[in-house]
């Protein structure tokens, strides 16, 4: 089977293009990337003018509930999501029931994503059994299993010994360890940033010294183990200086930014809308502009949605009662262009890598690029296409994104998996 995607602008970081021309898929894999390609009768033509064409989006840091929270989400919906949301692969965190701790575990979700047939679903095992933070887990066992990272997301590794060792063992698989920034003794019982509007609001803050204490811990046993870290959901200025610093001086440091730290502050809480409680809490407009400067200038390696569906009750209750977290697969891309590529904060180009060569990197996929003859992994987004977010609407059981109402434009125009279309226009095919 051949494809001729015609006429888009291309995008593709790993080899440094940027031009007008087509895109020739045959048998799944890329054919040819050229300003003029023809490809004879036997080839669909998908006409691209106007559209922006990238090698699939990767998403590394999603949590698809799956096993046991299937009332947030199922692997089902939640590789449904991604696909309309433009992501060709997502790695998912480890905080299941039971937990991601084991080769069983591990090998259930690669089978179920394989089972659906739409995105590439990498799973993430975690750093310590049943992420208690004490014994660390049996990660060639998670490697065979078909695990790409370690994490104990949603969990701080408290014990600094433990974090070391963990660092040392998974330096043999060359896994990158994710680390969950927070020291749970100075955020416990917190709701949100701690700074004006969190007096103002009478909640409880948490203050941005929680994540950076860690980072710095973590940077610092890195240094010492030679090892690779990989900072989740970066947050405040502080810990963005502290890993340019470490990168500056060569560790093996890397780290991710969400669409909603770069776009949104803790004012937003006014309301007491329970859609803005994420873990690590929105923050204050000079840690937001630092983060899209970091982005910009290359500190910050990925984007990532950290993806968290939670059924309404939990949502739609007191604010100290409600769960953390934003279900943000399908409105990242266009948050992202709405908020930092059309009001020229962040170039296009940038955030194609930062969702393309920076996640395969950090999880040693062999994914990103439009290089002929790799998997022809494709997102092409729509940069003129606006439309109302409606979270009712979403394929994710989690409709809990703060976005609701509002009109984002940038939407994904088709998402191509192995050459395959499995999402257009919003809708699976």
Not at 241 to 267: F, Q, W, Y
Not at 272 to 295: F, M, Q
Request: net charge negative; aromatic share 6%.
């Amino acid at each position: 089977m051949k494809l001729l995607i015609k006429g888009g602008r291309i995008i593709d970081p790993a080899n440094n293009l940027d031009m007008t021309g087509d895109v020739l898929i045959e048998d799944g894999l890329i054919k040819a990337v050229a300003p003029a390609i023809t490809a004879g009768d036997d080839a669909e033509v998908m006409d691209a003018a106007g559209l922006i064409v990238c090698p699939g989006f990767i998403d590394m840091h999603v949590h698809l509930r799956e096993p046991g929270f299937e009332y947030k989400e199922t692997i089902a919906t939640g590789v449904r999501a991604a696909a309309v949301g433009g992501f060709t692969t997502v790695s998912c965190m480890p905080n299941t029931d039971p937990v991601c701790d084991n080769r069983a575990v591990a090998s259930f979700v690669v089978e179920a994503a394989r089972r659906e047939g739409l995105v590439n679903v990498h799973p993430i095992g975690c750093i310590t059994k049943g992420q208690q933070g004490q014994e660390i887990t049996e990660m060639a066992a998670l490697v065979e299993a078909g695990c790409v990272g370690i994490s104990d997301d949603g969990k701080p590794v408290m014990n600094a010994e433990v974090m070391r060792r963990a660092l040392e063992y998974a330096l043999m698989f060359k896994l990158p360890v994710v680390s969950h920034c927070e020291d749970a003794n100075l955020s416990e019982g917190g709701q949100m940033h701690e700074g004006y509007y969190s007096t103002l609001y009478g909640l409880k803050g948490i203050p941005a010294v929680a994540e950076e204490s860690m980072v710095a811990r973590d940077i610092m046993l890195t240094r010492m183990t030679g090892s690779r870290l990989h900072i989740a959901h970066i947050s405040t200025r502080e810990s963005l200086e502290l890993v340019r610093k470490a990168k500056e001086s060569g560790i093996n440091v890397s780290c991710e930014v969400t669409p909603h730290h770069l776009t949104l502050t803790d004012k937003e809480l006014a309301e007491y809308d329970t859609d803005y409680k994420v873990n690590p809490p929105l923050r204050s407009l000079e840690h937001v502009e630092a983060l899209i400067a970091g982005l910009r200038d290359g500190t910050i390696d990925c984007l990532a949605s950290d993806h968290a569906p939670h059924e309404k009750e939990v949502k739609d209750c007191e604010f100290n009662l409600a769960a953390f977290g934003i279900s943000g697969l399908e409105t990242a891309v266009p948050v992202v262009f709405t908020h930092l590529v059309a009001t020229g904060k962040v170039d296009v180009n940038t955030v194609v890598k930062a969702w393309t060569v920076g996640p395969a990197r950090v999880l040693g996929l062999d994914r990103g690029t439009l290089t002929p003859g790799k998997v022809a992994d494709i997102t092409i987004i729509d940069p003129n296409e606006s439309r109302r977010v409606d979270p009712q609407q979403f394929y994710s059981k989690g409709k809990n994104n703060p976005y609701k109402g509002m009109n984002l434009k940038g939407w994904p125009y088709a998402t191509l998996v192995n050459g395959r279309v499995i999402a257009w226009k919003g809708q699976l095919v």
